[in-house]
């Protein structure tokens, strides 16, 4: 319809609204981190390409042999009426800060192929399983929008984990734009989620059950303690205090607290551990002790001071590698790469 804004899937569609970061296989693969429940704002709106919600805009990414691809949709007021089926007007950002925070968000300064060699030099079983899983690299997300989605992890998996928070999003989040008829929201502020008395009520209402009162309880203990700007400056914290900070918060425990070290903290010597990556981690290295917390000491020892970005990449699910292919590196299923693996128990592959 004229004047409904478009998706764009392919810089060929509309070349002059689409810029490019260098970006190898080997530091990136976007269908491997975008897909492994690290973040669950990230939808493959069409084969190859990837579209959500960053930093409070809206973005497609894709890409192109060894460059990444990006656009960045304005918000519903910045639109013009089509042409061609192409927005008149892109968002108003600088291209030095999109690119910025591109490179802030996958971490693009941290050289991914090195570390992979040192890995494999330090671990075979690592060496075995990366040769099939290259460019997995962690997140830097936001530590309020982090926080939030991983207390909604409990006892979830991610397909039902990217419904809820698309459901948060929309009830207490700010509305960007409409693209092909659907909506896209920003992930509510602090402010949002503690405006009312109502706020657990209506998150009960949205299909979060006993995670409500976490949320909402999470929510007033930060307002009211740390508040945002404290949250973020963990950063700079230990990674023991950043824990312990966390895990005093209504509905993180030590799994949720490390997946937020790891993901908005900075801290990527954190391993989260679940029973899934607990039981292959007795299983194949038998010296890793029988607790969870024995476990993560473990593969700080085995992989060094980046082993939380060790093991995004090591605990693929038995039976899932993909065979090979005509394709420069194989075509691998989201089922294939695991972040937190608990999230994957009942997901369905993506072709039933």
């Known amino acids: 319809a004229p004047g ?23 530091e990136l693969r976007l269908d491997l981190v975008l897909s492994s429940g690290q973040s669950f704002r990230w939808w493959e709106s069409s084969p190859g390409a990837w579209t959500g919600v960053l930093g409070s805009r809206v973005w497609t990414l894709r890409q192109d042999g060894d460059r990444l691809w990006y656009t960045v949709y304005g918000e519903e007021d910045e639109h013009e009426e089509e042409r061609d089926g192409c927005p008149a007007k892109a968002a108003k950002l600088d291209t030095t800060e999109t690119d910025r925070i591109l490179r802030d968000y996958f971490q693009l300064d941290v050289g991914l192929s090195a570390l992979y060699r040192a890995w494999g030099a330090a671990d075979p079983l690592f060496r075995k399983v990366a040769k099939d899983f290259p460019g997995v690299r962690v997140l830097r997300q936001d530590p309020v929008e982090c926080l939030f989605s991983f207390i909604c992890t409990s006892n979830n998996h991610i397909s039902r984990i990217t419904a809820m928070i698309e459901r948060l999003c929309q009830a207490f ?169 608990d999230l994957r128990k009942g997901q369905k592959p993506a072709s039933s």
Not at 7 to 23: G, H, K, Q, T, Y
Not at 223 to 250: I, W
């Open 4 to 26: 409904r804004p478009l998706l764009r899937d392919a810089p060929a569609a509309c070349p002059s609204l689409w810029r490019c970061l260098p970006c190898p296989p080997a």
């Open 173 to 341: 989040g700010r509305r960007l734009c409409c693209l092909d008829s659907r909506p896209f929201h920003a992930f509510p502020s602090l402010s949002a989620l503690t405006a009312g008395a109502d706020a657990e009520a209506r998150l009960r209402a949205l299909g979060f059950g006993y995670r409500a009162k976490f949320v909402s309880g999470s929510a007033r203990a930060i307002a009211e303690g740390l508040g945002p700007e404290g949250l973020c400056q963990l950063r700079a914290a230990p990674y023991a205090e950043a824990r312990r900070v966390l895990c005093a918060l209504p509905g993180v425990g030590a799994k949720v607290a490390d997946c937020v070290c790891l993901l908005a903290l900075d801290k990527a010597e954190a391993v989260p551990v679940d029973t899934h990556v607990w039981h292959i981690a007795r299983q194949l290295y038998p010296h890793t002790g029988v607790h969870p917390l024995s476990t993560g000491d473990f593969f700080r020892g085995l992989w060094g001071p980046r082993a939380g970005w060790a093991q995004a990449v090591s605990t693929p699910l038995p039976g899932t590698l993909a065979p090979h292919s005509s394709h420069a590196y194989p075509i691998i299923s989201p089922l294939q790469v695991l972040f937190c693996a």
